[in-house]
């Protein structure tokens, strides 16, 4: 790793993981049996493992997540916080969802986490039947800082430029023929 890159990972790392831990909630973009996609969220614990969702069989995202465990989530900032609308800060990645088996160490895991992060509820819920847990681990993604700071991350220990070559483009004002 040069010099450069070394810098530019011991600065990002740290804010995205600040960022990371400053958001309760992922957006979730999963796809159902039909093909069809489906946009919602779900409060999220991190470990080292990676995020853990505890989620509703009952809801789209907890069929969608049955039949089809390729999806991808996202953190960003809260509009009101935002230094402009159109630059707001976010994480995402793209990944996969695996299902926790129940009294499992890895469920134990991801319950304790839940609980620490949320409280009371997540007993209520992790104990019904129609509440899955899930682990997701993060591959590739993406943080954007703002206009032209966007960077490819992978998990939280890589991160590497995104140079943007061409950037936006002005319009061109059409002519009046006549």
């Avoid at 505890?54 to 230094?83: C, F, R, V, W, Y």
């Avoid at 104990?127 to 954007?144: A, H, I, M, S, T």
């Avoid at 966007?150 to 998990?155: H, I, K, M, Q, T």
């Avoid at 943007?164 to 004002?173: A, D, F, P, T």
Wanted: aromatic letters at 8%; glycine letters at 6%; proline letters at 2%.
């Amino acid at each position: 790793m040069d010099v450069k890159q070394e810098r530019l990972q011991s600065r990002l790392v740290p804010e995205m993981q600040e960022f990371r831990d400053k958001c309760q909630t992922l957006q979730l973009a999963t796809i159902g049996k039909d093909g069809l996609p489906t946009a919602s969220y779900a409060p999220f614990a991190f470990t080292e493992a990676g995020f853990f969702i505890l989620i509703s069989d009952i809801a789209t995202h907890g069929q969608n997540l049955i039949h089809n465990k390729a999806l991808s989530i996202m953190m960003i900032e809260d509009e009101s916080s935002a230094k402009h609308i159109y630059a707001r800060r976010r994480l995402s990645f793209e990944t996969a969802a695996t299902q926790v088996e129940r009294d499992s160490a890895r469920w134990v895991e991801g319950v304790e986490a839940l609980q620490a992060r949320f409280g009371e509820i997540i007993d209520n819920l992790s104990n019904l039947g129609d509440f899955r847990l899930y682990l997701l681990e993060p591959e590739k993604g993406r943080y954007v800082k703002g206009f032209g700071q966007a960077f490819d991350v992978s998990g939280f220990d890589m991160v590497d430029i995104i140079h943007l070559n061409e950037g936006h483009v002005q319009r061109q004002k059409e002519e009046n023929a006549k």
